[in-house]
């Protein structure tokens, strides 16, 4: 054999080895190997395509789309590195670009048709347009169930486009799905809770918290539902414990309102108090604080918090009108 299929069977074995790296979760020693093996055959598309996955998977989108991008100057119609391209701009929340790749897709051969018109579905159901992310989701033979996000984008388009029953099915597959995640199992929880449907938002927020405990949001999402529940002195705990550790405005707000009917007029106001420190640009954190002052005709203490939140807030008719009130 001459010179170039000794080259080329040098990038053959780099490309072996790197993908069997990558499958052990070895990812920068894959990327380290498959760049030796493009010194031997730097335009080797199948070295270029594997590196730029490979940098999707670490989060380096930047680098990705260099080799991914190199790789079609060197063969346009490699689609293997059009999908990874695809989904390397799709990861990194640049969908203007994605969508044209993908759109690309939907005319090649074998699987590429169905993963195009998942993620187009998913990118429509995300920018909106629910119609359209119905119409692609849904399609006959598509990959749809066995991706989680793909299942809660359909489920969402269907809901906004007044077809409960077909998203409550959708929705009810999820569980039987493997590899889902915590965020996942909000996302249903949340489309239940949009239903009224509590009791099973509170089974899907039970499924995210034994996935991914220390989900951010997860504490917050578990009050809501448990007081619309009428579990009001459960959502109550939940919340003093979420806020006793990480407070943020929006634990602090419903805090405050379950602490007010179960009249702890002292921690409503607590906790007012603190969440207008942690978001003193909004709102409803003075008008809240000076309604339960006003409530209570302490008419200094609520002129106080109305004036605070003008200070910070000049433009807010709302407070005008309050403090015009008292």
Request: proline share 4%.
């Amino acid at each position: 054999p001459g010179a170039g299929a000794g080259r080329e069977s040098e990038a053959g074995r780099s490309w072996r080895l790197g993908t069997d790296l990558v499958t052990a979760a070895h990812v920068d020693k894959a990327i380290s190997t498959c760049e030796n093996g493009l010194r031997s055959d730097h335009q080797s598309t199948v070295l270029l395509n594997v590196i730029g996955a490979t940098y999707t998977l670490k989060g380096d989108f930047g680098e990705a789309e260099n080799y991914l991008l190199k790789c079609l100057q060197t063969d346009p119609g490699f689609v293997p590195a059009r999908k990874n391209l695809a989904i390397s701009y799709f990861d990194s929340g640049k969908y203007n670009l994605a969508v044209p790749e993908f759109e690309k897709l939907v005319s090649a051969p074998g699987e590429s048709r169905s993963v195009a018109s998942l993620f187009l579905g998913i990118i429509a159901e995300k920018q909106g347009n629910f119609s359209k992310s119905a119409s692609l989701l849904g399609e006959p033979g598509g990959v749809v169930d066995q991706y989680p996000q793909a299942l809660l984008s359909l489920a969402h388009s269907l809901l906004e486009l007044d077809q409960a029953q077909k998203a409550n099915a959708v929705l009810m597959s999820l569980d039987a799905m493997p590899g889902v995640t915590g965020p996942e199992y909000v996302k249903a929880g949340l489309l239940y809770s949009k239903q009224g449907q509590y009791r099973q938002a509170l089974a899907e927020l039970d499924m995210a918290e034994k996935v991914d405990p220390g989900l951010s949001g997860l504490a917050y999402q578990r009050a809501v539902v448990l007081d619309q529940l009428g579990r009001s002195r459960e959502a109550l705990q939940v919340l003093k414990d979420l806020t006793h550790i990480k407070p943020d405005a929006d634990s602090l707000n419903l805090l405050a309102a379950l602490a007010r009917k179960k009249d702890e007029l002292n921690l409503a106001m607590q906790s007012l108090r603190q969440a207008a420190l942690l978001a003193p640009e909004r709102e409803v954190n003075y008008l809240d604080f000076s309604t339960i002052c006003m409530d209570y005709e302490n008419y200094p203490l609520a002129l106080e918090a109305a004036d605070i939140g003008l200070a910070h807030l000049p433009g807010s008719y709302r407070l005008q009108v309050q403090k015009g009130a008292i």
